[in-house]
C-alpha cells in the first residue's frame, strides 16, 4: 500500500507543478489555452511542433520553464510507472490484485476531479501569482501577444524620407488612429528619442518612427507621397478602418469607443 499512496503523491505532484508552469507561462504573456496546452506537451514529452511552440522556444524565460518541466515530466513518469510495478508486486493472487487495482482507479477518480476543478485551478493561480510577483522576475511579456499581433497587425520601424506624406507635419494633423495606426516613438537623427510622442510632436525627415497597426496601412504609409495621392490614400485607409470597427460592432454589439487620439 506504501506504493500505492506514493503513485498518488506522484501524481498529485505532477499535477500541481503542471498548474504552476501553467501560470508561470501566462505570466510571461502567453494566453491562457496555449500556456495550458504548451504545459501539457512539456510535461508530457508530446513536444508538438506548432507556431505556439516556437514563441516558446525563442523567449528565454518560456524556455526555462518548459525544459524545468520537460525534466519533471521524464522523472515523473518513471516513478509513476515504478509505483505502479510495485503496487502489484508481492500480490498472493487474482483477488488481491482486482483489489489493489480497485484502490488504484478509486483514488484516482477525486485526482481526476480535483484536475477538472476550477476551483482548484483559480487557487494555484492566484497563489502562483502571488509568489512569481513577489519572489520573481517574470514579468517579461511577449509583445505578440500582449498586442496580438498577426498577419493583419505589426509593430515596425518607418524611416521618413523628405516629400512624405507624414514628413514635417505635427501628429494632430496626420490623424493616422483614425487609419487604425499608434506611433509608439520616434527616434530621432540626432540620437534623442521621443517615447509615446503627443499630437503636438512633429515629425521631420529623417526621422525614424515606431508604428503599430495593420500591415498594409504601415505598408502603404511608408511609400505614401506628399501630394493629392498621398491624401486619396489617407482618405482609402480611414474609410477601410471604419469599415473594420463597424464590423467588430456587429459582431460584438459593443459600441466601439473610438480611436485613441495623440493630442
Do not use: C
Amino acid at each position: 500500500m506504501i506504493a500505492i499512496a506514493a503513485l498518488f503523491l506522484v501524481v498529485l505532484l505532477a499535477l500541481l507543478v503542471a498548474r504552476m508552469a501553467e501560470v508561470a507561462l501566462i505570466a510571461t504573456g502567453l494566453p491562457y489555452d496555449v500556456a495550458r496546452f504548451q504545459a501539457r506537451s512539456a510535461m508530457t514529452g508530446v513536444g508538438f511542433t506548432t507556431n505556439e511552440s516556437e514563441s516558446v522556444v525563442s523567449h528565454p524565460v518560456r524556455r526555462r520553464i518548459v525544459l524545468s518541466l520537460m525534466l519533471i515530466g521524464n522523472a515523473g513518469l518513471v516513478t509513476i510507472m515504478a509505483s505502479v510495478i510495485l503496487s502489484f508486486a508481492g500480490t498472493a493472487g487474482g483477488s488481491e490484485s482486482f483489489k489493489r487495482l480497485a484502490v488504484i482507479v478509486a483514488g484516482m477518480v477525486p485526482i481526476y476531479l480535483i484536475a477538472r476543478s476550477d476551483r482548484f485551478a483559480r487557487w494555484i493561480g492566484t497563489l502562483m501569482t502571488r509568489g512569481l510577483d513577489r519572489w520573481s522576475d517574470l514579468d517579461v511579456r511577449d509583445m505578440v501577444h500582449l498586442m496580438q499581433l498577426t498577419r493583419d497587425y505589426a509593430i515596425t520601424e518607418l524611416q521618413v524620407k523628405p516629400g512624405d506624406w507624414v514628413a514635417d507635419k505635427p501628429l494632430a494633423n496626420l490623424n493616422l488612429p483614425d487609419e487604425g495606426v499608434l506611433v509608439l516613438g520616434i527616434q530621432r537623427a540626432d540620437g534623442s528619442f521621443v517615447g509615446a510622442p503627443r499630437g503636438g510632436t512633429v515629425i521631420h525627415a529623417y526621422d525614424m518612427l515606431v508604428l503599430y497597426g495593420r500591415s498594409g496601412v504601415l505598408a502603404d504609409l511608408d511609400v505614401r507621397p506628399d501630394d493629392a495621392e498621398g491624401d486619396r490614400a489617407h482618405v482609402h485607409a480611414v474609410s477601410e478602418y471604419e469599415n473594420i470597427l463597424d464590423h467588430d460592432v456587429e459582431e460584438s454589439g459593443v459600441e466601439p469607443s473610438g480611436s485613441i487620439p495623440q493630442h
